[in-house]
């Protein structure tokens, strides 16, 4: 099962340094976060969107935003219902329930809320998209993050799909004797899910002491110095894409001092 | 010179405790390649383990006596310094790949070691021309075949230059063409002159490329004899229960028979062996007894099958029938569809186009305890099926799940499975605590408590040795005497051609071929382009323009007949004039 993974191409943001992702993810969290506003979320994901289009990984954002769907439709209608629980006086009102009264500001600050948990989501995947974890983990490392957190990050996503197949190869297994995990109440399930349960306890001690020794073997250690193969170094490319990001600061700075 | 020294080494897991290592003196010199084998639990692992250090600087609890010495340091002592001299490929590469790509994963224990960056870079060119494995140099890791990871962590363990390099088990886990690529690269490392140890009961793929066998049995060294002395003794390769290549069995029959040959441990050392001796190479034509009366009903039937895993293709379609009572093998590489097919038949997992019936009736028709019923499933890995609290519950679980009690009478008759399989003294044992061999067991009785009309096993002989592969395979037989269905899927081609009267054979979903087993086992531009080796037997015939030789026994009646009047092989086989 493929949960997320690097995708390979050629384009100018997988070229950047991963330091000067991490810097850009970390300045639009927090510009998305201080300045949350529509207008400077309608910007910024105009910008993602855009880098989605030029690094070739719209595709996989589609697909991971598709799924993500569920969750911003909660949030929106969340928002919607607080809001309109939450009379603000002297603004427009839509309509009227009972306690309710949907305002023209609760639809507003929805959609705000709905766009800042979608740009947040994007950020990230942006990163895991066009980052491959070794890179990641080395650029993390320059920036005085810890290796053995930065490596831990990578193992996560190693591990999870080998997890994920665990569960259901053992699955399979116990349906093929004829036994229905999926049968009867919550208690029933739960005591049939137990069938799954100890294999899998079972097979993750064992994948995890095998790669503890293999790690041992590597001579890993945790917080001990050591080198890696790979040059980083800020190049043009990585200045310019810096420069690119003071202004676009700029400017959501300035769209906030308009809008809000 | 000396690389490895053991002596009067001992080992236990904790002081007081039985040693698992008992006085053991070996000794390699550099440039040999040494195979360590031994019966399970004769301490082989503990070896490897000692040897690369790992005991004791990660399990640091155990009991240590006796003296290692490793390219003339003594590794006991030395600490932090001796960290390294011996380096160890393990059993399963997925555990020890760290890395996104190829390249990231070879630089790993060189950046933990704190090596500099030219040095990395130059070790790194050095292993992967050494390997010749240039084109996966960018590669991410999973993408990587099981083979190709297996040589990946060979590369990462010698960049870290190691002075003796230890592979445990390294082709276990892995497909035939997984098996060529470690064979190849550990060829390579022969040839510069690399000292290899290869802990390994299984030494079909390396035997010619050994010095010499270390046999082991309980925790000390029994004999220590050069390779060819090893394979030419029978009954030390049986008492070992070490598998050896099917060539190796043919030496060992024709010496029985009172042929003076030289040994043979490899394809070609055995068509050199047979050619030198004149008339023992088969001189006639296998010819199939034309099957009797009527065609079997058709128990499984698939049409235009297709199957995606997301967008990516797993079956495309597949098209065949398999029949009531017949045994079928399904040969073909990991990712060639073989499981996926398979998995078809009990509904575990529905198509994506086209349809199967098994019995006539869609598995999706059915419930999970009908499907049970019909298609008793064995699993690769025992550990995965698992997890009741004794043998005897683990054995009727799918009595259970079905019928909601096992009652008196399937009680008794899952007894007599357990006694009839060897179960019975484990019948109130853990099933967890049992050895693999018994695991692999309890799984099989397990899925035909139920009784089921088809069988279906999913690499039956991993880690099997000799003597278990022939129970099953006359187990197998059993059930085709009962009238029953069996389809395994199986990387051991020699067992599956000694057995199976039909194959199918897969690659990249599609189906290759599919028919009587001679005939698909006759078709060796088939097996090259699917890069899977024929067995070496049938190989042998076709060295002598005789196709589809499936056994030794075959094999040996083929040559007799040259000589000899046209024997009788049992009704199923007939032997006749080359044409």
């Known amino acids: 099962m493929q949960l997320v993974n690097y995708v390979d191409r050629m384009s100018l943001f997988h070229k950047l340094d991963p330091r000067v992702k991490v810097v850009w993810f970390a300045v639009l969290t927090i510009l998305a976060l201080a300045f949350r506003t529509l207008p ?221 | 010179m000396l690389m490895v020294e053991a002596q009067n080494l001992s080992y236990s897991f904790a002081k007081g405790k039985p040693k698992v290592v008992s006085q053991l003196n070996l000794s390699v010199k550099e440039g040999e390649i040494v195979a360590i084998v031994g019966p399970s639990g004769s301490g082989k692992t503990v070896v490897a383990y000692l040897l690369s250090g790992i005991i004791p600087s990660y399990f640091k609890n155990g009991d240590i006596d006796g003296g290692l010495r490793i390219d003339g340091r003594d590794a006991l002592a030395a600490g932090e310094d001796g960290e390294g001299l011996v380096g160890i490929v393990l059993q399963n590469p997925e555990a020890q790949l760290f890395g996104f790509r190829v390249e990231d994963t070879i630089a790993f224990g060189m950046e933990n070691i704190g090596y500099f960056r030219d040095k990395m870079n130059e070790n790194l060119d050095r292993v992967i021309k050494e390997l010749r494995m240039e084109h996966l140099r960018y590669r991410f890791t999973d993408s990587l075949s099981g083979g190709q990871k297996q040589v990946c962590c060979i590369a990462s363990v010698l960049a870290m230059d190691p002075k003796v390099l230890v592979l445990d088990e390294p082709v276990s886990a892995l497909d035939p063409g997984g098996v060529i690529l470690v064979q190849q690269a550990v060829s390579r490392l022969k040839e510069t002159g690399r000292t290899i140890i290869v802990i390994d009961n299984n030494l079909e793929w390396v035997a010619p490329l050994l010095d010499r066998v270390i046999v082991m049995e309980d925790g000390s060294v029994s004999h220590d004899v050069a390779a060819a002395e090893f394979f030419a003794d029978r009954e030390l390769v049986n008492r070992s229960g070490v598998t050896t290549p099917q060539v190796n069995d043919l030496y060992h029959q024709l010496s029985a028979l009172g042929y003076s040959l030289p040994v043979f441990v490899d394809f070609e050392t055995a068509r050199a062996g047979l050619s030198d001796s004149g008339n023992l190479m088969p001189a006639h034509s296998i010819i199939e007894a034309s099957p009797q009366g009527a065609e079997p009903e058709v128990v499984v039937s698939a049409r235009d099958l297709s199957f995606s895993y997301g967008d990516v293709p797993a079956l495309q379609d597949v098209n065949l029938d398999f029949r009531e009572g017949r045994i079928t093998g399904i040969i073909g590489q990991n990712g060639s569809g073989k499981s996926t097919l398979l998995k078809h038949l009990n509904g575990l997992l529905k198509p994506t186009r086209g349809e199967i019936t098994v019995r006539g009736k869609s598995p999706h028709q059915a419930t999970i305890a009908e499907m049970a019923l019909t298609v008793g499933f064995v699993f690769q890995n025992p550990d995965q099926m698992l997890f009741e609290e004794s043998v005897e519950r683990e054995a009727s679980f799918a009595i259970r799940a079905i019928y909601g009690k096992v009652g008196s009478e399937r009680g008794k008759w899952v007894r007599g499975l357990l006694e009839r399989f060897g179960l019975a003294r484990f019948i109130d044992v853990l099933p967890f605590n049992l050895s693999t061999g018994h695991k692999q067991w309890l799984t099989i009785v397990s899925a035909i408590s139920v009784d089921p009309p088809v069988l279906v096993l999913d690499e039956p002989t991993m880690g099997m040795d000799r003597r278990a592969k022939s129970q099953l395979q006359q187990m197998v037989r059993s059930w085709k005497q009962e009238g029953k269905t069996t389809i395994i899927i199986s990387h051991d081609l020699p067992f599956l051609a000694e057995l199976a009267e039909d194959v199918l054979v897969l690659d990249h979903g599609r189906v290759m071929r599919f028919g009587p087993a001679r005939e698909v086992f006759s078709d060796h531009n088939l097996f090259a382009e699917i890069n899977i080796p024929l067995p070496q037997i049938t190989r042998l015939g076709l060295a002598a323009g005789r196709s589809g030789v499936l056994s030794i026994g075959e094999f040996l009646k083929a040559a007799a007949a040259d000589t000899a009047p046209e024997p009788n092989v049992g009704g199923e086989v007939g032997v006749s004039a080359a044409c």
């Open chain 1, 40 to 260: 400077v979320m309608i910007v910024i994901v105009s910008s993602l969107g855009l880098i989605w289009a030029v690094s070739g990984v719209h595709r996989e954002m589609i697909q991971l935003l598709r799924k993500a769907i569920p969750l911003l439709v909660i949030a929106f209608v969340t928002w919607v219902i607080f809001g309109a629980l939450t009379p603000t006086p002297g603004v427009v009102v839509l309509a009227r329930w009972g306690p309710f009264r949907l305002e023209m500001v609760d639809i507003l600050k929805s959609i705000t809320v709905t766009i800042y948990i979608l740009v947040t989501i994007g950020l990230f995947y942006t990163v895991v998209l066009t980052t491959d974890f070794s890179e990641l983990a080395d650029g993390l490392t320059r920036m005085g993050i810890p290796y053995a957190v930065s490596f831990a990050i990578s193992l996560m996503f190693q591990l999870i799909p080998i997890l994920v197949n665990e569960v259901g190869s053992i699955a399979n297994a116990q349906r093929s004797r004829g036994f229905e995990l999926d049968k009867g109440g919550l208690v029933e399930r739960s005591k049939r899910y137990t069938s799954i349960a100890f294999p899998l306890i079972i097979r993750s001690i064992t994948l995890g002491q095998n790669m503890s020794i293999a790690l041992h073997v590597y001579r890993f250690k945790v917080g001990g110095q050591r080198t890696s193969h790979r040059e980083l170094v800020l190049r043009t490319r990585d200045l310019c894409f810096l420069f690119c990001l003071v202004v676009f600061t700029a400017l959501i700075v300035y769209l906030w001092n308009i809008w809000r």
